[in-house]
């Protein structure tokens, strides 16, 4: 009797091993043949659930920003619930901003391809949409953490510029933790997004 295959799960090995080859080799080297290899399946069975890279790679692309965003969307409510400016609320902004730093190793290997997805979408046009939900998203949590920890009566501009300030920083720490592991560790990503939440309490 055939074993059965579960064509959901069967997608996920395959994306798990496009994001394995793109932290170790770069995005360049995700070829259906490459990533047939890595899951251990023939070029065929990636075609049955692929059409071709393009597909593999959109779809990738778009795992990666849904699990992203629904770790940042899990921690919200700690940010919202909490008293405001309380220890409890620092914890739970520290925890939110986490889940978009590469502080183990899946998060890590989502950064990586994160970070070469919107990279390549800017000449890549099937991957554009996807890169710009991803901001669309992110921005989206990044505005209510600021106006959790900002006054009630602050302007609306100023939430925004916040909320852009708070993605620069959290964007150029994950991009040096990857490229320079040694010297920005979790510890030094941590006390980096520490002293950003100071400036922005005050």
């Given at each position: ?95 939110l901003l986490g889940g978009l730093l590469p502080l183990d190793e899946t998060r890590a290997v989502e ?92």
């Amino acid at each position: 009797m055939p074993k059965i295959v579960n064509p959901q799960a069967r997608r996920q090995d395959v994306v798990e091993a496009v994001l394995r080859i793109i932290a170790v080799d770069g995005l360049e080297r995700a070829s259906l043949r490459e990533v047939a290899d890595e899951a251990g399946l023939a070029v065929g069975s990636v075609r049955h659930y692929f059409a071709g890279s393009d597909e593999l790679l959109q779809y990738s692309f778009a795992t990666v920003v849904d699990r992203i965003v629904s770790r940042l969307n899990d921690s919200l409510p700690g940010v919202t619930a909490a008293g405001s400016r309380s220890p409890e609320q620092r914890a739970a902004v520290l925890t939110l901003l986490g889940g978009l730093l590469p502080l183990d190793e899946t998060r890590a290997v989502e950064a990586c391809a994160w970070l070469a997805f919107k990279n390549s979408a800017r000449i890549r046009p099937f991957l554009a949409a996807v890169a710009d939900r991803s901001h669309r998203e992110v921005a989206a949590v990044a505005g209510q953490v600021v106006a959790a920890l900002m006054p009630p009566d602050e302007p609306q501009e100023s939430l925004v510029l916040e909320a852009e300030r708070l993605l620069a920083t959290v964007d150029g720490l994950c991009m040096h933790a990857l490229l320079q592991p040694g010297w920005m560790t979790a510890q030094m990503c941590t006390d980096v997004l520490e002293r950003h939440l100071d400036g922005l309490s005050r």
